[in-house]
């Protein structure tokens, strides 16, 4: 069964870190692009942060530049988020996402395939 599961989500001040992961079971991440997307309360879904299955490139939102750096352990299985410098706006759930598409830098949703059930971030005082 194809699995994706994020954790390392939680509540944090502003200013603070956290670190989120991304595990893939049932299949190898290697072919696959990855994406982190995150949808705060009464908004829509948007892209953060993604990375080839390489890992040698990755793009990001403007809103999380400098700020979000995306990683890879392709021998783990598994992907990170490190979110440093929080702000409250930060605060959202935050859903990884595959896809083999060559388009994967877009992050558009449509052409993410398997996604995970998601993990609460909130940056708040």
């Known amino acids: 069964q194809l699995q994706l599961v994020e954790s390392g989500g939680g509540l944090v001040q502003p200013g603070g870190s956290l670190r989120l992961s991304c595990a893939a079971s049932?299949?190898?991440?290697?072919?696959?692009?990855i994406g982190w997307f995150r949808q705060a309360p009464g908004k829509e879904r948007e892209g953060v942060s993604c990375?080839?299955?390489?890992?040698?490139?990755?793009n990001y939102a403007d809103s999380v530049k400098g700020r979000f750096t995306i990683s890879r352990d392709n021998a783990k299985n598994t992907v990170y988020l490190q979110m440093n410098s929080l702000k409250p706006e930060d605060t959202a759930v935050y859903y990884c996402?595959?896809?083999?598409?060559?388009?994967?830098?877009?992050?558009?949703?449509?052409?993410?395939?398997?996604w995970g059930q998601g993990t609460q971030v909130t940056v708040s005082s």
């Open positions: 990375i080839s299955n390489t890992g040698d490139s990755t």
């Open positions: 996402a595959v896809t083999p598409s060559p388009s994967w830098f877009t992050l558009f949703e449509s052409i993410y395939e398997y």
């Open positions: 049932g299949f190898t991440l290697d072919y696959y692009a």
